[in-house]
């Protein structure tokens, strides 16, 4: 798929479910959830056991049904390991330029990580397609989210930290342009109990809270 076809796709959805587990088999069974849940995105952290295979694993699975991309890079030998595992987007807690420059070369999607203002407005300048505001709710919700887009309207952020169903809404009417969400949708209980249909479930109410607060 396009980049520019990627990035719209992951715009107009905008839930970006990140799967951070501690075993490669547990992040297949969570991948699948998702899948039955309806979305189109799945971001698997480098902290997954296994992490680079795993990528490798659903990219083949999934071809251009489901486009995976790798979460928790932090520097640009793992990014690429894992753009060449067939991951289609990087994700980043921390602002790395050397990563951006890394997926402008693949004609990836990067969304580093940002918290300040002048962090937020450095990502972009440098080329990042979406900005991560990490830790989100931490920082102050969705109006810290509102205030940053009050002087920087044209940067796509990405809020991702304490995004729950009791905000995400309220993120997405502050401006934010797709949300990254992790524990609050991969449920440890689920998992550990096999009942991963509550992850499906979980996923399913993320799409249409996103839905409902742009009135779609």
Do not use: C
């Not at 080329?127 to 002087?151: C, S």
């Not at 502050?174 to 609050?184: C, D, I, K, Q, Y």
């Not at 509550?198 to 009135?215: P, S, V, Y």
Request: charged fraction near 20%; proline fraction near 4%.
């Amino acid at each position: 798929m396009e980049k520019r076809e990627l990035l719209n796709r992951m715009i107009n959805e905008g839930l970006i479910p990140v799967i951070r587990v501690s075993k490669a088999q547990e992040a297949m069974e969570v991948a699948d959830a998702i899948k039955e849940g309806g979305v189109s995105f799945i971001e698997i952290t480098m902290s997954v056991q296994g992490a680079i295979d795993v990528i490798k694993e659903l990219t083949l699975k999934y071809k251009d049904e489901i486009i995976i991309g790798a979460g928790t890079v932090l520097d640009s030998e793992t990014g690429r390991a894992a753009l060449l595992a067939g991951a289609q987007f990087i994700v980043s807690p921390a602002l790395n330029l050397d990563l951006i420059q890394l997926a402008h070369r693949y004609s990836a999607v990067v969304i580093p990580g940002a918290m300040t203002p002048t962090e937020i407005l450095t990502a972009w300048n440098a080329g990042a397609d979406m900005v991560k505001v990490f830790p989100a709710a931490q920082l102050g919700g969705p109006e810290y989210i509102k205030a940053i887009r009050g002087p920087l309207p044209q940067i796509l952020l990405v809020p991702t930290g304490g995004v729950n169903l009791q905000n995400a809404g309220a993120f997405i009417k502050a401006g934010a342009s797709a949300l990254g969400v992790g524990g609050e949708l991969v449920d440890k209980k689920a998992i550990q109990e096999k009942n991963f249909h509550i992850i499906t479930e979980n996923t399913k109410t993320f799409l249409k809270a996103i839905r409902e607060a742009r009135g779609i």
